[in-house]
């Protein structure tokens, strides 16, 4: 096995505590990596699976057992899990405060004010200290609530043309159409998230790099301290994964602009005595600060019902040892990268539990979804969110690039 690859699996393996090193240049990158064949017959190390599509879809493989995201086991942890440390309800940690930012007044100040300003910077640091941020008073919960109705109304009588996906652990996940209430303004074109996912998704290792460009790239990274403003200085190339991404891989936006785009908009249904989910990440390159994922819970989420446990520094191969279990209110949204280690934990509940999750990310990541992935009509309800998310979205990262944090 190449020497860089095993590296990587080490790595991602390991919770060490780190010390953060000066920051690197991308021209430090080593040439002999790069000149490094992959040996045939290695699986590639973009995911753990190939990507297949859910049952329905046109490419899914009749006849074979498939379950996408997932291990031998079905993506089911039993082994012991480390400490927890709830955000919220009776067993709540005071440690979890570092992990919330109240964001009440972000709807009684005025559009670019000092106020707003204020909370966009502190958001944004709790994210990329941890990995995840939970905002809090953010959206309207009366909403939140009606809404997992409207989850449970498309998972049970699904349109035609849309399709059904399996997860790890019993969970599955189904795109929501363009329409009411999945449009509501506070919803996926939240002016805040929008904000900071401009300032924050920032990783261009992906866009045009080959497979292996971007494991050297990641190993250098981790090895010489994981510096978190690294990928920052990463531009951008020309290459089949910016130009022409293949079969998994994201192809959202254009190949020549730098940053973000809206991914997809999907609710993921949990059932009732669900396993706890194994650990893992939703992508592995390239890396941190690539894909930025938006969680808004429908369900009233508990403890033990089935909300997602993440090791905070871990986008940093860092950790504390232990999980931060999310059980967030309504009126509640969670901000995670997608590079951090988490999974969803037992759902002892007698009923299913909804989520709606949507992403943003940069061109040409590997995430296991393919074209028309969730249905032909799904893909056009992608499109539709698009329309409306990407220009506003662009407009932020316009004005970063206008002040040279975007290069």
């Given at each position: ?5 095993l ?5 991602l393996?390991l ?10 240049e ?23 699976s ?34 927890r ?44 200290k941890?990995?995840f ?7 309207p ?22 399709f ?6 019993d969970r ?9 209430p999945?449009?509501?303004e506070w ?9 900071v ?12 790099r080959?497979?292996?460009?971007q494991q ?5 990274w981790?090895t010489?301290?994981s510096?978190m403003?690294?990928?920052y ?18 192809c ?10 809206l ?19 939703d ?20 403890a ?29 949204i ?5 590079f ?23 061109r040409?990541?590997?995430t ?5 992935h969730?249905?032909?009509?799904a ?10 998310v ?10 970063l690039?206008d002040q040279?944090?975007?290069?």
């Amino acid at each position: 096995m190449r020497r860089g690859t095993l590296l990587l699996l080490l790595l991602l393996g390991l919770w060490p505590q780190r010390h953060r090193l000066h920051e690197l240049e991308f021209t430090q990158f080593t040439p002999a990596w790069q000149a490094r064949r992959r040996l045939r017959g290695l699986r590639s190390f973009y995911g753990d699976s190939v990507p297949v599509p859910p049952p329905g879809h046109p490419d899914y493989p009749v006849g074979a057992e498939v379950q996408p995201f997932a291990n031998q086991n079905g993506g089911v942890d039993d082994t012991i899990a480390p400490p927890r440390l709830y955000m919220y309800g009776p067993a709540a940690s005071p440690l979890a405060r570092s992990y919330a930012v109240d964001c009440s007044t972000w709807h009684t100040s005025p559009p670019g004010s000092a106020e707003r300003q204020q909370l966009v910077d502190q958001v944004l640091m709790v994210l990329r200290k941890n990995g995840f941020a939970v905002l809090e008073g953010m959206v309207p919960a009366e909403e939140q609530l009606a809404m997992e109705a409207a989850a449970v109304r498309h998972f049970e009588g699904l349109p035609k043309g849309y399709f059904t996906s399996p997860l790890r652990a019993d969970r599955s996940q189904v795109h929501v159409p363009y329409e009411e209430p999945w449009s509501a303004e506070w919803l996926v074109p939240n002016d805040l998230v929008l904000q900071v996912t401009a300032r924050y998704v920032i990783n261009n290792m992906a866009c045009g790099r080959s497979e292996e460009e971007q494991q050297a790239a990641w190993c250098q990274w981790v090895t010489q301290g994981s510096d978190m403003d690294w990928f920052y200085a990463v531009p951008p190339q020309q290459g089949p994964l910016a130009t022409d991404p293949p079969h998994g891989c994201t192809c959202v936006g254009k190949a020549e602009e730098l940053g973000p785009w809206l991914g997809r908009v999907m609710i993921t249904k949990t059932p009732k005595q669900s396993p706890l989910m194994t650990r893992h990440r939703d992508i592995i390159l390239p890396g941190p600060f690539a894909q930025l994922t938006v969680g808004v819970p429908l369900t009233p989420l508990v403890a033990n019902n089935g909300p997602l446990a993440l090791r905070p520094g871990s986008h940093l191969m860092d950790s504390p040892g232990y999980e931060v279990v999310t059980n967030i209110p309504h009126g509640s949204i969670m901000l995670y990268d997608s590079f951090v280690d988490h999974r969803a934990v037992e759902h002892h509940g007698a009923s299913d539990r909804y989520v709606l999750y949507y992403e943003f990310e940069t061109r040409g990541i590997f995430t296991g979804y393919v074209d028309g992935h969730f249905g032909q009509e799904a893909s056009k309800s992608e499109h539709d969110f698009r329309e409306v998310v990407d220009p506003v979205l662009r407009e932020y990262v316009a004005q970063l690039q206008d002040q040279q944090v975007l290069r």
